[in-house]
Every structure is written in C-alpha cells, then in structure tokens.
Nanobody
Framework: QVQLVESGGGLVQAGGSLRLSCAAS????????MGWFRQAPGKERECVGA????????YYADSVKGRFTISRDNAKNTVYLQMNSLKPEDTAVYYC?????????????????WGQGTQVTVSS
C-alpha cells in the first residue's frame, strides 16, 4: 500500500507560480513512476505530466509544456510540480499518482495509488 499526500495548493493571480509537493510512503519510492493529474469543475481528470523512476525522463501535456516542471527527490520520497505562468484555465484540483499498470502514461487507469488532491485556483 502506498500513501500519497499533496500540498502546496492555493490561490494565485494569473502569471504567478506555485509549487506542489507530493510526499509518498514506502521504502521503494525511487521505483515509483509518478504522474500529476488535474480535474477542473465539470471536466474529466487529465494528466498534466509524469516522471520516470530515475527522474531522467519527464513528459508533459501540451497545455502545460514550457510552464510546468516535474521533479523528484528520492531521498525525501517527494515529487514536485513547479507551475509557472499560471492561467485561469489551470484552476483545478491537482493529484499525484503512482503508475503501477502497463498502459499509457496519459490514462488514469494506468495509475493505482492516488493522493487526496490539492486545490489550485488562478484568478484573472
């Protein structure tokens, strides 16, 4: 069983920045393939990006590419989502998740463990 706890959400003006953190339980965090998702009101949950176990490879949705950066600190069992140049359309609940199943990085069905989410609100 893996437990994930997100933090760092809040209210920010358009153009601002936030850094989300996701702390994970377990002694094998370095083996976890991690994803970040978000869900806006009335919309389906979407993957904004992911990071491989080693941290050497990251992937981003087109909507956030160049603005968001995913990183990890395996010594702290934590993965981060740095969000810059935020837009009102980035407003959503953000979740981190562990990918344990074969399948598309962008498909939430590939992920087994989820955090409780943290709210990000970007005002115009």
């Amino acid at each position: 069983q893996v437990q994930l706890v997100e933090s760092g959400g809040g209210l920010v003006q358009a153009g601002g920045s936030l850094r989300l953190s996701c702390a994970a339980s377990g002694r094998t965090f370095s083996s976890y393939y991690m994803g970040w998702f978000r869900q806006a009101p009335g919309k389906e949950r979407e993957c904004v990006g992911a990071i491989r176990r080693s941290g050497g490879n990251t992937y981003y949705a087109d909507s956030v590419k160049g603005r968001f950066t995913i990183s990890r600190d395996n010594a702290k069992n934590t993965v981060y989502l740095q969000m810059n140049s935020l837009k009102p359309e980035d407003t959503a609940v953000y979740y981190c998740a562990v990918k344990t199943r074969l399948g598309d990085t962008w498909n939430e069905e590939s992920y087994e463990y989820w955090g409780q989410g943290t709210q990000v609100t970007v005002s115009s």
